[in-house]
């Protein structure tokens, strides 16, 4: 942490769209450096000591709202947890001022997952702490999106020139469309594959080539980023039964025998098993998904330090 920049001076984490390749590099360089943190016998360092980070999670996580709380802890925060379930959200409370509520005790900052997109942004317009995309709706999944890309970067040395496919429901995935925009900032070249169904529209205008032939979607690729189904994002049947869904973009053994022998597998979790990967492709060689996550808490550690007016 020797080196000092002014290259970040953002409050919030809202989206990758509104970030320049030179914060995202930053994200990643700070990253890098809390990562080792995790390795150490006292997992602990005293950065963020005398702050408070509060997190409002409005839909379930496990990975997410776990690896942000290790992350605030890793770095000497104090840290408390909120659900819909049991907040005043019950009541009939509106999220603004169940937020102003939590801004009048004095915290630091706010870390927000929310069904409506673009809810982490009007809670940044009206809140002197710092907020934090954790997901909202179908629009973006920034930290997730950051520890992708961490994470191939890590593996493959670079991210300039990877050839990247991400495969399944990109139409409801806040996913995709974060590692699409940090993605295409860093120069990757990025596909997308699934049913037609299940593109949005116009989605080509992201920079990505689109295809609906996953053995298209696998050839030259460096990197496989398979996105689960989300069966409680859809308002209807988009394809006709799971079992085709499986025939046509399942990734299984067979499919991988052209693959580059070097090529990744990532998801983002949870894993639908034997629908999007089957078993010995999710634990198989290629397989970086449990290092995706170990990779999440240096991420989420590097965008608490930022946002808080930390400098590298």
């Given amino acids: 942490m020797a080196k000092n920049n002014t290259i970040w001076n953002k409050k919030d984490l809202l989206g990758l769209e509104e970030l320049s390749r030179e914060e995202i590099e930053v994200i990643l360089s700070t ?8 390795t150490r016998k006292v997992k602990k360092v005293p950065t963020l000591r005398g702050k408070t980070v509060v997190s409002i999670f409005c839909e379930p996580s496990t990975r997410t709202r776990l690896s942000f709380e290790l992350a605030a802890k890793r770095l000497s925060a104090d840290t408390v947890g909120i659900t819909s379930s049991t907040s005043s959200a019950v009541k009939g409370e509106t999220l603004k001022d169940t937020a102003k509520n939590i801004e009048a005790m004095n915290v630091d900052v706010v870390i927000l997952r929310h069904t409506t997109p673009g809810a982490p942004h009007l809670l940044a317009k009206t809140l002197e702490p710092s907020v934090i995309n954790a997901g909202d709706g179908a629009h973006e999944h920034p930290t997730q999106g950051l ?35 940090g993605l295409k900032k860093l120069g990757a070249d990025v596909t997308i594959c699934g049913p037609s169904t299940l593109m949005p529209v116009e989605i080509e205008k992201m920079g990505v080539s689109v295809t609906n032939s996953l053995d ?8 496989l980023n398979v996105l689960r189904i989300q069966l409680e994002r859809q308002k209807k049947g988009l394809f006709p039964s799971i079992r085709e869904y499986i025939n046509l973009f399942g990734i299984n053994r067979q499919r991988l025998k052209h693959a580059k022998k070097d090529i990744l597998i990532m998801h983002p979790g949870p894993i639908n098993r034997g629908i999007e990967l089957t078993h010995d492709v999710a634990d198989g060689p290629y397989s970086v998904i449990l290092e995706q996550v170990t990779n999440g808490i240096a991420v989420r550690m590097a965008i608490l330090f930022l946002v808080t007016g930390g400098k590298i």
């Fill in 31 to 38: 990253a890098g450096s809390f990562k080792e943190v995790s």
């Fill in 147 to 181: 520890l992708d890309i961490f994470t191939m970067k890590e593996k493959k040395g670079k991210v300039k020139g990877l050839k990247v496919s991400i495969i399944g429901d990109i139409a409801h995935s806040r996913v995709a469309r974060s590692n699409i925009w």
């Fill in 216 to 223: 298209e979607a696998i050839e030259d690729a460096d990197v």
